[in-house]
């Protein structure tokens, strides 16, 4: 089956979640919500999870109503959602098709067995978008340009990244959380930026700021700062106590950082909240709560600004293309970095079997099959030579498997 095939099939629909609530308002003029529900075994949250990305694509419509006193809320498909179902299950129907035709074409002749010459069946796909992006190279070869003409201290982690720290530590770089105990005379800030209050904090310390800070976290600043300028309460999308939250939070007399729909029901009502994401979070889920948001406090102004940077989008977009045609993907990236975790978390949608690995020597044997595809992807502060180094192991694992009488 092509690749392309795949590509094709509708992204909204092809989740099982979501594939379940069409196929069963496929079936039916429309369906109450709570009969859905029943229907699915699903909790009122993950079906209004799965209902309002099916609503915002344009597949579904909602209706509320009073019944006996009490609301009444049903499902339906739109004619675009009936068109859209048609054309993905016309799509699925076609691979079934070629997949039953090509076991026919490969049945065993019983009469004339024998042992088909191996072959290395095993395909890597290395995702479109991978690995370090700008923001997090010229953060490194600015400490790297630094530390070559004077003593530095970067204050926490640069990149989530040990092969890169390791490497800067031996250029004599040091690292620090607290800009009292710095004593170098020049301290950096990382890419993920610092908060007025904290770069205060470093010059108090009598410290020379060298500045990295991406371009892309420095247009998330301005906008929070805008909105609240505005008027608006800010709620920023992200990781609480995350480096980048922190920074873009802590200026704020007043602010929520919310990462699901949980934290969202404990936000007071305000008449106008103004929505930010940390810029590595997936576009998808931001959208997603800030919709939830909106449904929550359907009286007040919600205004989004999408921060979410374009290398995020991009590596995010790419491991969905990828996991979705992989039997195994490996994800490459720190333990503690956000935006490796948070392409674990897509890759999981769309593929059973997925693992996070910091270096080589983490890739298990048994994770490796000796056929189907193997995707991998990495997050954005991982160096090009670690994905080598990974995608290498991968290679020796899978060519060590190979039977020693048989060629590739
Ligand atoms: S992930 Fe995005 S915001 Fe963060 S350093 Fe890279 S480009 Fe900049």
């Known amino acids: 089956m092509n690749a392309e095939t795949f590509q094709r099939l509708d992204k909204v629909i092809h989740e099982k979640g979501r594939m379940a609530v069409m196929s069963t308002l496929a079936a039916a003029p429309e369906v109450a919500f709570t009969e859905l529900r029943d229907a699915l075994g699903m909790t009122d949250g993950n079906l209004t999870t799965h209902i309002r990305k099916l609503k ?26 009936r068109k859209a179902f048609g054309e993905y299950v016309a799509l699925l129907a076609g691979i079934v098709k070629e997949a039953r035709w090509s ?145 873009l939070t802590e200026d704020l007399d007043e602010c929520n950082v919310v990462l699901n729909e949980k934290d969202i029901d404990a936000l007071k009502a305000r008449p106008h909240f103004g929505v930010a994401a940390q810029t590595t979070q997936p576009i998808s889920r931001v959208r997603e709560l800030v919709d939830y948001l909106q449904a929550r406090f ?40 956000n935006n490796t975790a948070e392409l674990v978390r897509t890759c999981g949608k769309y593929c059973d079997s997925v693992h996070h690995v910091q270096k080589p020597d983490d890739v298990r044997t048994e994770w490796i099959p000796e056929t189907g595809t193997l995707g991998i992807t990495a997050g954005t502060s991982t160096p090009d030579e670690t994905i080598d180094a990974v995608e290498a192991r991968v290679r020796e694992i899978n060519g060590a498997r190979r039977p020693a009488h048989r060629t590739a």
Not at 302 to 313: G, L
């Open 103 to 247: 076991e026919k074409k490969t049945q065993p002749n019983e009469s004339f067995i024998q042992p088909l010459p191996y072959k290395a069946e095993l395909t890597l796909l290395r995702a479109e978008h991978l690995g370090m992006c700008f923001g997090v190279r010229d953060a490194i070869t600015m400490a790297r340009h630094e530390v070559a003409a004077q003593p530095l201290t970067i204050l926490g982690e640069l990149v989530h990244n040990d092969t890169v720290l390791d490497d800067l530590g031996q250029r004599g770089v040091q690292f620090e959380n607290d800009p009292k105990r710095v004593v170098t005379s020049a301290a950096m800030i990382t890419a993920h930026g610092a908060s007025d209050k904290a770069r205060a904090r470093v010059r108090a310390a009598g410290l020379r700021v060298a500045d990295a800070t991406c371009p892309l976290v420095h247009f998330a600043h301005e906008q929070v700062r805008k909105l609240a300028a505005a008027g608006f309460h800010v709620v920023v999308i992200g990781r609480k106590g995350h480096v980048e939250v922190r920074g």
């Open 298 to 337: 359907p009286k007040s102004e919600v205004r989004f600004v999408d921060t979410v940077c374009q290398p995020t989008k991009q590596r995010q977009e790419s491991a969905e293309e990828v996991a979705f045609q992989s039997d195994v993907v490996l994800v490459v990236g720190g333990a503690n970095s």
């Open 56 to 81: 915002n694509s344009g597949y579904v419509s909602v209706a509320k109503s009073v019944q006996d006193n009490r609301p009444h809320t049903t499902c339906a498909l739109t004619a675009a959602g």
